[in-house]
């Protein structure tokens, strides 16, 4: 192993509300970068040694020395990116990538307002968003975070502890709103994004970071015709597994390109993970916080 970003769900693993709920004693970790040190016997595509990222086995196990991934859940690594940026490639740009792309059908010269667009998914989203041609408003929440969004790209920073998004949606849209809304955090957040949706918008519905699960107020819906979308990318795992190594193929174009840098927030040793992860919880991090075993030659 090389490398494994800490996530959103590995908190609320520890704290046993995800919906996922591995048998304990459970190691950690949804996705991974590292070295192909071993191969079933009728694995013929990957070879020992191959630089890939990975999905281990049973969505939990990336946080150790070795870890199994089934041969369908390798891609290969783009060249250009380290461990904990390659580690990092696979669930958050899949993630934007499907919402945006599959989902939204985002167009070029779109308004693209993405929520929480410091962190993981909404950095992968600031950065898609400008690769496909949008207009880009992110939304974050201080300082240290409207910095990273800057240099992402974003036409529009937001700092919401000191602006109203809304409003500032409205002023930069001359009033139309925002054509797609990248929603991971739901409650007010939601309810407030209604006001600032453009007609016939999007409004794409990630998560509830925020703890509160909205009610939706369809008759609002009818007044802008706007549509809202829901995104769990793991569902496409199961459902339409050839997207998958599509996505990943314009994700490594993109890399190449030069369009798509993953943000990392701090590399940390194993025994300075929990630490990582309690910043992770307390909403103290932008982009990706990844453990990264600093004896694997990546």
């Keep these: ?19 996922n709920k591995p048998p304990l004693p459970a190691v950690l970790g949804i996705e991974l970068a590292g070295l192909v040190d071993a191969v ?17 086995e049973l969505a939990h196990g990336g946080f150790a020395e070795y870890a199994l991934a089934p041969a369908d859940q390798l891609f290969a690594a783009p060249q250009g990116l380290d461990a904990a940026q390659a580690a990092s490639l696979a669930v958050a740009y899949q993630t934007a990538w499907f919402a945006l792309h599959r989902r939204a059908r985002l167009q070029p010269g779109e308004v693209v ?4 667009a410091a962190g993981g998914v909404g950095s992968a989203t600031v950065e898609l968003a400008k690769a496909a041609g949008a207009q880009v408003i992110a939304v974050v929440g201080g300082e240290r975070k409207a910095e990273v969004a800057r240099s992402l790209g974003a036409d529009l ?16 849209t001359g009033g139309r709103g925002a054509d797609v809304i990248f929603d991971p955090v739901g409650g007010d957040t939601y309810r407030r994004s209604t006001k600032c949706i453009a007609w016939e918008g999007r409004i794409l519905i990630i998560g509830f970071a925020g703890g509160q699960i909205q ?26 597994p050839d997207t998958i190594p599509a996505c990943h193929a314009e994700l490594s174009r993109l890399v190449a390109e030069g ?33 990264v075993d600093e004896t694997v030659d990546f």
């Design 157 to 172: 920073v937001v700092d919401r502890t000191i602006d109203d998004f809304v409003a500032a949606t409205k002023e930069f």
């Design 1 to 19: 192993m090389a490398a494994a970003p800490a996530k959103f769900p590995d908190v609320l693993m520890c704290q046993g509300l995800y919906q």
């Design 215 to 240: 009610e939706v107020a369809l008759n609002h819906v009818l007044i802008k015709n706007y549509s809202i979308l829901g995104l769990v990318w793991g569902r496409y795992r199961q459902m339409a």
């Design 259 to 291: 369009s798509i840098h993953p943000v990392i927030d701090s590399r940390l040793s194993l025994a300075e993970l929990p630490q990582g992860l309690m910043r992770l919880a307390a909403g103290d991090t932008v982009g990706r916080v990844a453990w």
């Design 113 to 116: 307002l993405v929520h929480a």
């Design 40 to 56: 079933g016997p009728e694995v013929d595509r990957w070879s020992i040694g191959d630089r890939v990222i990975a999905l281990p």
